[in-house]
T-cell receptor
Framework: GEEVAQTPKHLVRGEGQKAKLYCAPI?????VFWYQQVLKNEFKFLIS????????ETGMPKERFSAKCLPNSPCSLEIQATKLEDSAVYFC?????????????FGEGSRLTVL | KQEVTQIPAALSVPEGENLVLNCSFT??????LQWFRQDPGKGLTSLLL?????REQTSGRLNASLDKSSGRSTLYIAASQPGDSATYLC?????????FGTGTRLTIIP
């Protein structure tokens, strides 16, 4: 596709439930990034992939968060046993080349609300 | 640890005025700097990308400058229009991931 497609747009979960978000990067883009926007403008890096390989996962809360990018499937971000503080908008972004030489293209985000 | 700050946090100007948004970063070892706009409830739209070797980039009414040694970038918007109302974010890449600024919420008054 010509844009980064994220689903669902909105997701509501009770505390302790599982949440799974999906991202289809732009066709031909090898690099995928996940960001979390908690307050209005605070973007936190979570994880990046180069194709199906984890490139950088230094931002991931490893106890409950996991992510995958498998061939021929949308990338996914899964949160086990959600907590209230996981309420945020989760953005996926993709790039065709390494980030140090190219720009990042963002999806419209998935808003997770944990009650 | 890289920290990116944007001043002011909010700005309101009458339509037609020229304006400047500021971005500063603490670690000058960056590959590039990118300016985005975010409309309410939407994702980020890339406006301009400046490589570390460049001093400025222009796109239409937008001009972004970069002074890597002093850790500063500015986004200049000429002849502002109501459609320019949005939150503007700068982000720097120093380690194959973007560190975002705090954003400037811009309102253009018709």
């Amino acid at each position: 596709g010509e844009e980064v497609a994220q689903t669902p747009k909105h997701l509501v979960r009770g505390e302790g439930q599982k949440a799974k978000l999906y991202c289809a990067p732009i066709k031909g883009h090898s690099y995928v990034f996940w960001y979390q926007q908690v307050l209005k403008n605070e973007f936190k890096f979570l994880i990046s992939f180069q194709n199906e390989n984890v490139f950088d996962e230094t931002g991931m809360p490893k106890e409950r968060f996991s992510a995958k990018c498998l061939p021929n499937s949308p990338c996914s971000l899964e949160i086990q046993a959600t907590k209230l503080e996981d309420s945020a908008v989760y953005f996926c972004a993709s790039s065709p080349i390494p980030l140090n030489t190219g720009e990042l293209f963002f999806g419209e985000g998935s808003r997770l609300t944990v009650l | 640890k890289q920290e990116v700050t944007q001043i002011p946090a909010a700005l309101s100007v009458p339509e037609g005025e020229n304006l400047v948004l500021n971005c500063s970063f603490t670690d000058s070892a960056i590959y590039n700097l990118q300016w985005f706009r975010q409309d309410p409830g939407k994702g980020l739209t890339s406006l301009l990308l400046i490589q570390s070797s460049q001093r400025e980039q222009t796109s239409g009414r937008l001009n972004a400058s970069l002074d890597k040694s002093s850790g500063r970038s500015t986004l200049y918007i000429a002849a502002s229009q109501p459609g320019d109302s949005a939150t503007y974010l700068c982000a720097v890449d120093g380690a194959e991931k973007l560190t975002f600024g705090t954003g400037t919420r811009l309102t253009i008054i018709p």
